[in-house]
């Protein structure tokens, strides 16, 4: 049985991918930093990314056979806010790990974003130049480029993605599904465009990626895309909500605090040629997202906050 190591496994991909690797029979031992968690079916530790001296020692108690390391501070606000916090999480700890994991001789997949790419053209390859438009961003793209280098053989697994969250208001998913369903109206960004994958979709794709040893830079995202605005609209309709609710603006007449790249549509045909598969689509996710619910994971999650 494979030990894998989730780090940020509080977080919404964490959570997602720890359940669906449990699934799969693996053995799971999570980090989290300041949240607890109670009554999951897998080892939880509290490790905080900041100590850096610290981590060696923490991997190596860890005894894993392979780490997923999907903690950052992913939130561009607060990433914009704490630049020097961003990089010392973001960027630093990832090259440590990725360099313990190496002198280990254990699989490294590191998890970065779509953002790293400045949203000019859209179609973006894992080859094409980055430029990231916010410190978020740049500290990412700083992980990446510190993972590579502690370890070459690594994977880096650029990604975006919606579920249910622990604290039920982490992704878009939530934000459009919390407000419909009391009957808000809100704002839908029709020029903001991303391919997102249904977190426990993204979770399977990693891990059959860790199964097949990829190594290098792949894009792990829906086959489709589409504005933010329309996925407002996807999930109001399956869900049965107004979709009449959503009103669609241009991104600048959001007041966001932190500048977002606009066009981050991409190119996954790298890792639909490794996998031998294509990806899911908006609506395959949709249909996931939607069962879970109805399976009651939302509320399965919740439970989870001690
Ligand atoms: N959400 C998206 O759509 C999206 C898009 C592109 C890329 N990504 C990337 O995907 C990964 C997962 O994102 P997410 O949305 O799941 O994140 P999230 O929900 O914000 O969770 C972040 C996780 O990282 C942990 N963490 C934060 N600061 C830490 C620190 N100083 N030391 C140790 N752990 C720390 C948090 O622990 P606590 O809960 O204990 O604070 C939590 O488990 C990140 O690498 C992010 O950059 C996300």
Redesign the pocket.
């Given at each position: 049985m494979t030990r894998l190591l989730i780090?940020?496994?509080?977080?919404?991909?964490?959570i997602n991918l720890a359940l669906v690797a449990v699934e799969e029979g693996c053995d799971v031992v999570g980090?989290?930093?300041?949240?607890s968690l109670k009554g999951v079916p897998f080892e939880q530790q509290n490790?905080?990314?900041?100590e850096l001296s610290s981590l060696p020692g923490a991997l190596q108690s860890a005894k894993a056979d392979a780490v997923i390391h999907?903690?950052?501070?992913?939130?561009l606000d607060a990433a914009q806010q704490q630049p020097e916090l961003a990089r010392l999480?973001?960027a630093q700890a990832p090259g440590v790990l990725a360099c313990e994991a190496r002198k280990f001789g254990i699989p490294f997949v590191h998890?970065?974003?779509?953002?790293v790419f400045d949203g000019s053209e859209g179609g973006y390859r894992e080859d094409d130049l980055p430029n990231p438009q916010n410190t978020y961003a740049q500290s990412?793209l700083a992980g990446e480029q510190a993972v590579r280098q502690a370890y070459p053989g690594a994977l880096v697994a650029r990604?975006?993605?919606?579920g249910w969250?622990i604290s039920g208001t982490?992704?878009l998913a939530e934000f459009f599904f919390n407000n419909l369903s009391q009957g808000k109206s809100v704002n839908g960004f029709t020029d903001s465009i991303f391919s997102?994958l249904y977190a426990r979709d993204l979770a399977a794709l990693l891990l059959e990626a860790l199964s097949k040893n990829l190594s290098g830079t792949y894009h792990f995202f829906s086959r489709e895309s589409l504005s933010k605005y329309e996925f407002g609209v996807a999930l109001a309709r399956r869900f049965g909500l107004d979709e009449s609710l959503i009103t669609p603006v241009q991104t600048s007449q959001g007041n966001l605090l932190t500048t977002r790249s606009l066009n981050l549509s991409a190119n996954t045909d790298k890792l639909k040629n490794a996998l031998a598969h294509d990806l899911p689509g908006i609506k395959e996710g949709m249909d996931g997202l939607f069962e879970d619910y109805q399976k009651g994971l939302r509320k399965r999650l919740a439970d989870f906050l001690a």
């Open positions: 780090t940020g496994v509080s977080g919404l991909l964490g980090w989290s930093n300041r949240r490790v905080s990314l900041e999907c903690a950052a501070i992913a939130n999480v973001n998890i970065s974003t779509d953002s990412k990604v975006v993605f919606y969250s982490r992704s997102p």
